[in-house]
């Protein structure tokens, strides 16, 4: 048992990310496969520290680890192999197990645990109103939860360490962490609800599916679990970005629009890449001009994503863009936008990655390669150049980089998506899916009521996992009523197991 | 595609069974564990032949295999490796996809896929007036479904290959399986529901819970889903088995009460043994009187899991113990039992286990020592001289013979069973949990409803997996009753399954 030493840390260095995503790539093409990343945590530069939970609170949360099963489904020797898994819990709100006070836990994601003990506002906010015990659980091959004491790079790059890296390895992980702990409190009948984000909501939802026997209801927030096979089109991602942008200013869209190939008639021009490089002030020289335009591509999607309303990047981008000096040129205006949403730097476009953010981005790689197939492209002219999804060619890149392929239906084998009302309606219970309009993801999501409890809370202007971040006194009202919402939902649950429990003690 | 060679198949000699139970154990007291076995299928001496599938349908099934992912939660290599999977189809009934008519999916458990296909009646008796098709899957490592084209002796002698031997990985099987099927019948809209019996049983109800976007529904007969960890008491089991017998005779439930200390008073005489093997006839001489004690012991188990209403095994047994002629000694009456439901043969037992039936036997024992830990004791004095169940010795029992310990915690980890009424009540329906009471196993089952439409369907008289065999003739109103409530419930989930798949088209 030790303090836990991050509340302070940061993550989410969205520059960098885009850069690393490039340089981890192959010349197989895996860094073509432009798929955004799917967190919780904001780019540092669009982080408001209003909204992180303040160190102060630090001393409140204790860490331990839990001595985890290396493989739940398999019993060959090694399988058996346990590791230790982080998890971080706060009981100073807890009314405690005689009261039959609740659990709130937060699935962890493809990121040290730390951030989102920092970023997840939601359960500290509302912890105190539920007397609700807090539990944080770290995901395996993250952090300080990664098999054999490796490093990640080390874990990631053995071909047999790396396969324990999957979704249902990680829920069983829950499962048993979250057994466990109402063993050693002895809170058998304190329900549990389950929390997360992004890739966690994912999580979260499928962890209510799959162990409805461990985890009462769900809280998935910007959950796309519609987001595999061809449940929604590949389109749907980027159709949001350029709709945000579209509303936003049709001129900053216009300009936006016309880049693309402005990028490339420079790039083509003698000394052309040297141009683009000094225009954008790149941090090295650019070796191509996809280069540049990835990462502005990744810029504009991440503008809309999360897209907060205390910080508004796609404004900030667009009145950038519109504001600059007529006389400049179109990349000059572009280079405005991007300026005004990572702030003053020495330089742009290609800086190093650094930090957790590295953790992220190779666990992730591995993720999508394995089985979180999630197929963004763009097949049609629209505020981006044309860039299908491709999946033999996605195929060939994983498997030449880590010699296996992708499972890309074995999310839906194992979790469902297909008519998933249909499937749903009358099967499961206590699932919140709730998502922003604005964030492209949520056009994987989902947004229509599946029955009486599993229900779809969204709003128009809300952004990516923008309702489990903290309360601001800058929320607007539809954010506030959203939360509200979703604490009511949570209290009926709750309601109704301690009547049911009662009903059956009689 | 070859047609389907197995159907008359025999299994389930029970009697080698037994004995072989005792071959396959080891000095470290896993012999000492006597849990009956988990089958649908009967000993042979209780086969009722008018009650399986006749030979002249056998034409109709027709055997196909999948290529199935050896390991589905996990990404290692080996783990790709795929195995053929049998599956054997009859398309005799069905209506086609065109009508959305269903498919009935009889998920295989711990025996070749031959013997269910013979057995369960049921899927035949009503497949015409469903419109049905039905799949028989094999479950894997038995049968022709075994990993690397190995024979299960080798499979199991390999601590690898025998590691991806477990229910989870099965369960994934059978939905691959399904889906696979559904995309070859272009039948994406055909509801599935899938059968089980016994073990089989429990994988019916399990698939419905973690697989409902696959399986619309599960009939789950004498699934004793409820018999692990400390969910019922040890003793449930043998507690019902000496209910049966008594209400069946008390005399003879006395006999047998009386007969332990006998047998064991002539093994402690000189040449004790010796006398016990000439009055049991044994095929090989007695080195125990364990040995004989077990034997006897499996047998009135058996008779009572088996008394069906045509063959009324605990009848057939205490009316030969009874009707012995007053003079024989105790041990005399009880081998007139024994003759009573065993036939004429050249001797008893210890004769040598064969067939597919010393299969079923290493494949389970590898399955109740990894996962499938089923506790069943007996910690009173009842009928029958207490053996507790003890989960140390049998772990201890377990590690010594294939190296790892079981994981007794992982099926309620994974499925469920505590306060399953209190879970199951607001999440899950349409799974049908049938059994007979008079079946031992019934105690490990669910008996009360749990919701609308997961609900217990049990007769007071009725045996070990019952209503999924054949109906005949000379079937009571009581099993005729059970079975066509089965059917119509059945009917309630399709029927409101294509209400919803018209709104949702709406």
Known sequence: MTSNPGMSSHCCLWITLILLSASVATAHNLDDVEIPKLRMSRPEFLQDSASTVQASVAKDFVTFFYNQTLDHFNYRPESYTAFNQRYVVNSKYWGGSDSLAPIFAFLGAEAPIDGDIANAGFLTDNAPKFGALLVYIEHRFYGESIPYGMTLDKAIGDADTRGYFSSAQALADYAETLIYLKQKLKAKHS?????????GGMLASWFRLKYPHVALGALASSAPILYFDDIVPQDAYFS???????????????????????????????????????????????????????????LYASAAQYNDPSTQPMKLMCDAINGASPGVGLLRKIFAGLVAISGNLTCYVNSPASGTFAQTLLGWSWQT????????GITRNTMFPPKPFNLNSFSNACKSKFGVAPRPHWVTTYFGGHDIKLILQRFASNIIFSNGLQDPYSSGGVLKNISSTVVAIYTTKGSHTLDILGAKESDPDWLVEQRKTEVEIMKRWLATYYADLRASRN
């Not at 420079?266 to 683009?276: N, R």
């Not at 390669?369 to 963004?376: N, Y």
């Open 191 to 199: 329900p549990i609800i389950v929390f997360g984000g992004s890739y």
């Open 240 to 298: 949001v970005v350029a709709k945000g942008f579209l509303e936003s200013s049709s001129s900053c869209h216009q300009t936006i629009r016309r880049s693309w190939k402005e990028i490339d008639r420079v790039a083509s021009e003698p000394h052309g890449l040297t141009k683009l490089s000094k225009t954008f002030k790149t941090c090295s020289p650019l070796q191509s001009s996809s280069e540049l335009k990835k990462y502005l591509k990744f």
């Open 369 to 376: 390669c394995s089985e979180m197939v999630i197929p963004i």
